[in-house]
């Protein structure tokens, strides 16, 4: 300080200016590093996600969606997307995950497959949903008449020839055909055909609670569940099995 005007040196408010900068950016920082860091939107327990399931198909069912602009949003989903449960499901143009559970594109996680059968690129798009975007939720949905695993029970059964690459995705769904026979023995029609359909979700869900190492370990960590599901056709109901 001029000792005869008592006015600041232009060297003191310099030297003081950086000092409280410093303070300040010092002050900010530690308060940065107090604050939490936000959890993505599809960090949720499993049994959260399925519950967010059950009530969208509910409103589907009841024809209340309230999805009804899928445009909202657009610019954000180009950066990310955070979806909080992955949906194996037949290719059936009957079944569409997104408006069966009334979601907004970026929700779900789809791998579509006549069959919903899991082969080694299903798995490793479910381990890449379940590792990289932290998905809680995997779900084997079967349905109701499904088209290709009536086919697999006229081969088994009938001894029926396919072409093409037909026979190959067949032969993955005899499993479920011959669990399906055990169960209900003699009967045949509808009810062996669903019968199936339910032991070919089971049979999957299983093959990928054992799958190693990324959806066995998180399912052992408890960030992750597999389950079941039958999605029924002429109801649009959606509903989990027994494992």
Known sequence: MCARCGTLSRRAVVTGAAALAGSLFCGGLARAELREPVPPPNAIAPLAALEKLRKGNERYVRNRPIQKSFSVDVYARAKKQFPFACILSCADSRVAPELVFDQRPGELFVVRVAGNVVDEYGVASL???????????????????????????????????FPGSLPRLVDALRPAVAQARAQIGTQT????LTAAVEANARINANRLRASKPVIGATLEAGKLAVVPALYTLATGRFSVLTA
């Open 127 to 161: 381990e890449y949903a379940v590792k990289m975007l932290g998905v809680p939720l995997i779900v084997v949905m079967g349905h109701t008449g499904c088209g290709a695993v009536a086919a697999a029970i006229e081969m088994v059964e009938e001894k029926v020839a």
């Open 189 to 192: 029609g509808s009810d062996l």
